[in-house]
């Protein structure tokens, strides 16, 4: 009653027009317009409905392997989101159905369709609250949709070091003007199993970020969607920090991963910068991941068997440029070390160069991609590996 009491109270203070504004500021996602939607007559309750799909084709040409090719629906995603009662009270789903989505089921395992569910609520214009299911709030490529990318996957480091989506509470203090010095404060107190999980557990994670933007706030939310698509008249940059610790987790990358045969407390440090200024796009980040010991073991039938923490540092750079007729270039170089304990077992240090062109049709919603990739793998044993492939990608959403 008193949190109800509180709410309405606060509702009169809140213009229902600052509504979109603050979903892209809670729960970043690519927007363009606002799907398919209803309200009721009443105004309590809204409904949004969007889609995605994400289509592609691969080329794989991998040192001393043959030729080979993947066709595959990447991303297919549903998404609802809207409130009950005021603007305050919002809720978001989102559903995932392509199997590069959803994974590979497994013995034991919950499936994996359940991406978002979570409620939030916004006190005042500074603190928002978020309790449910949704992504941390960890390094910025990372918390950037998928459908926002420029090139047609995260990196590297991300695939490696990211501390995805968990269930819990998250506590946001938002202080946002649109051309002078902002800042953000966004914090978690999450289970540390990740996403669909329902094992019993004793530990916490937990997870602080802090977010600069020494000129203000981008454009339509720009420091959430990779490429100036909305050519910035002004520069527009933003500089964040995250420091993320899970205690006793069973898995090799803290929410995902394989299973570990012994719990091991994990800490992540990510460090981003993203700058856009007529049509211009420069981003930066640092991520690693580190734990006491990174090696857990078991004897198994006589036979002792080792896995490991995905521990270790790696740095992503990327650049574009993003013509007026929405044709777009971009490059990234990444480097990714492990820790010298599993670099022994010849688990590679990896440096991978990324080269794609875009052509926006309807901003992120509708676009074509172009990409060429190229890993070079470095093991223990002094081998190398060199592996490419060239991909081919068509997205469309509302």
């Given at each position: 009653?008193?949190?109800?009491?509180?709410?309405?109270?606060?509702?009169?203070?809140?213009?229902?027009?600052?509504?979109?504004?603050?979903?892209?500021?809670?729960?970043?996602?690519?927007?363009?317009?606002?799907?398919?939607?209803?309200?009721?007559?009443?105004?309590?309750?809204?409904?949004?409905?969007?889609?995605?799909?994400?289509?592609?084709?691969?080329?794989?040409?991998?040192?001393?392997?043959?030729?080979?090719?993947?066709?595959?629906?990447?991303?297919?995603?549903?998404?609802?989101?809207?409130?009950?009662?005021?603007?305050?009270?919002?809720?978001?789903?989102?559903?995932?159905?392509?199997?590069?989505?959803?994974?590979?089921?497994?013995?034991?395992?919950?499936?994996?369709?359940?991406?978002?569910?979570?409620?939030?609520?916004?006190?005042?214009?500074?603190?928002?609250?978020?309790?449910?299911?949704?992504?941390?709030?960890?390094?910025?490529?990372?918390?950037?949709?998928?459908?926002?990318?420029?090139?047609?996957?995260?990196?590297?480091?991300?695939?490696?070091?990211?501390?995805?989506?968990?269930?819990?509470?998250?506590?946001?203090?938002?202080?946002?003007?649109?051309?002078?010095?902002?800042?953000?404060?966004?914090?978690?107190?999450?289970?540390?199993?990740?996403?669909?999980?329902?094992?019993?557990?004793?530990?916490?994670?937990?997870?602080?970020?802090?977010?600069?933007?020494?000129?203000?706030?981008?454009?339509?939310?720009?420091?959430y969607f990779e490429g100036d698509i909305a050519r910035e008249q002004t520069p527009k940059l933003m500089l964040s920090g995250v420091f993320h610790q899970n205690n006793g987790s069973w898995s090799e990358k803290g929410q995902?991963?394989?299973?570990?045969?012994?719990?091991?407390?994990?800490?992540?440090?990510?460090?981003?910068?993203?700058?856009?200024?007529?049509?211009?796009?420069?981003?930066?980040?640092?991520?690693?991941?580190?734990?006491?010991?990174?090696?857990?073991?078991?004897?198994?039938?006589?036979?002792?068997?080792?896995?490991?923490?995905?521990?270790?540092?790696?740095?992503?750079?990327?650049?574009?440029?993003?013509?007026?007729?929405?044709?777009?270039?971009?490059?990234?170089?990444?480097?990714?070390?492990?820790?010298?304990?599993?670099?022994?077992?010849?688990?590679?240090?990896?440096?991978?160069?990324?080269?794609?062109?875009?052509?926006?049709?309807?901003?992120?919603?509708?676009?074509?991609?172009?990409?060429?990739?190229?890993?070079?793998?470095?093991?223990?044993?002094?081998?190398?590996?060199?592996?490419?492939?060239?991909?081919?990608?068509?997205?469309?959403?509302?």
């Open positions: 009653m008193l949190l109800l009491a509180f709410a309405g109270n606060a509702h009169a203070q809140i213009k229902y027009s600052e509504y979109e504004e603050f979903k892209l500021a809670s729960l970043p996602y690519y927007n363009y317009g606002k799907g398919l939607g209803m309200t009721s007559a009443d105004s309590i309750f809204q409904l949004n409905i969007r889609f995605r799909m994400q289509n592609r084709i691969t080329v794989f040409e991998n040192e001393g392997e043959e030729t080979s090719y993947d066709a595959q629906v990447r991303r297919l995603r549903l998404r609802f989101d809207g409130y009950v009662g005021n603007p305050q009270f919002q809720y978001v789903i989102q559903l995932s159905f392509s199997p590069g989505d959803v994974g590979q089921v497994e013995e034991g395992k919950n499936i994996n369709i359940i991406r978002d569910a979570a409620i939030t609520y916004r006190a005042n214009k500074h603190w928002n609250f978020v309790f449910g299911q949704t992504k941390l709030p960890g390094n910025r490529q990372r918390i950037n949709s998928s459908g926002g990318l420029q090139l047609t996957d995260r990196s590297i480091n991300n695939a490696s070091f990211n501390i995805d989506r968990d269930f819990g509470i998250q506590v946001y203090y938002l202080n946002e003007h649109k051309d002078k010095f902002s800042y953000n404060v966004k914090t978690a107190i999450s289970s540390g199993n990740g996403r669909n999980n329902t094992n019993k557990d004793t530990k916490v994670a937990l997870t602080g970020k802090l977010e600069i933007l020494p000129f203000g706030k981008f454009t339509k939310g720009g420091e995902q991963g394989k299973a570990l045969y012994e719990a091991r407390t994990l800490k992540n440090v990510f460090v981003d910068a993203i700058l856009k200024y007529q049509g211009w796009a420069g981003m930066f980040s640092y991520m690693n991941r580190t734990t006491n010991d990174p090696l857990t073991t078991r004897l198994n039938e006589g036979v002792l068997e080792t896995s490991y923490v995905y521990a270790g540092e790696g740095n992503d750079y990327q650049l574009s440029y993003t013509f007026p007729s929405k044709w777009e270039v971009i490059g990234r170089y990444s480097r990714q070390n492990v820790v010298s304990d599993i670099y022994k077992l010849n688990v590679p240090n990896t440096k991978q160069f990324s080269l794609g062109i875009t052509k926006y049709i309807w901003e992120h919603a509708f676009k074509i991609q172009g990409e060429i990739t190229y890993d070079k793998l470095h093991f223990h044993d002094a081998s190398t590996k060199n592996n490419w492939y060239f991909r081919f990608q068509i997205e469309m959403g509302i």
